[in-house]
DNA sequence: CACCAGGCAAGTA
DNA sequence: TACTTGCATGGT
């Protein structure tokens, strides 16, 4: 399973090139991405974080004091935005008053410690929980996304009825635990899911046609 | 028109 | 535990 991972991951590289993820400059601009891209499109999350920037409002300070009518009103194009409104609002608050919004003290912590910290938010569930922790804290842990799930499903790698828990166990005990790794893996799963792997196992031109012969 | 998009929580059985 | 529903805009 090690080479089968490792050999996925580097015909993925070769075909895909460098994700270059997390869309976003900022640690507080990929934190909120995370909670806007729920259920989302990212195309849709762009124009929602634009309309922050422009009321520069990525920073944690002013989004702490923000409204949260106003909050909704600028993420809005995202969707859901009542909902995710709340939940911005719920880990912002962590962040500013357990930490001071400082996110380099965050990093500072065992990514489990800090995982079951953001779980404990209403609002963050596993997937957004690790993908802040790999994408804006830069610590090696692996998101499993519903591109994840198809794309394991697809290449009969797992059964089908996992925990999102056993799925990352999957990955994380048969993987290096390199933060590199582990985000360009993920993000080419998505490419690759969105490119190939739409609802037939395998279609016409994808990189891993060699794979399902092993 | 229907359906999907990088989920999550709350309710039900 | 496993399944359903609400949340809601924008693209195809």
Redesign the pocket.
Known sequence: MQKRLLNIFHTLLESFGKRN???GETEIEIII??VL????????VE?AINNLRNDNALNIDVLYKMDRERL?YLI??????????I?LMNLINVLYDDMSGNIDDLKEIDMWIIRDKL?R?????????D?IIL?ALNKPIF?I???TKRFLNNHGIHGG?K??DELQDLFMKNLPHDTYLFNEFHALI?CLC?RFCKKVPLCKGCPLERDFMV
Not at 121 to 129: K, L, M, S
């Open positions: 993820w997390w869309p991405g995370a891209t729920q259920n989302t499109s990212w195309k849709n124009k909704a809005k194009p995202s969707g859901f935005y009542n909902i995710k409104s939940r779980l938010i209403n609002g963050i569930g596993r997937e957004t929980a993908s994408y998101v996304d519903a591109y009825n925990s999102y998505v969105q």
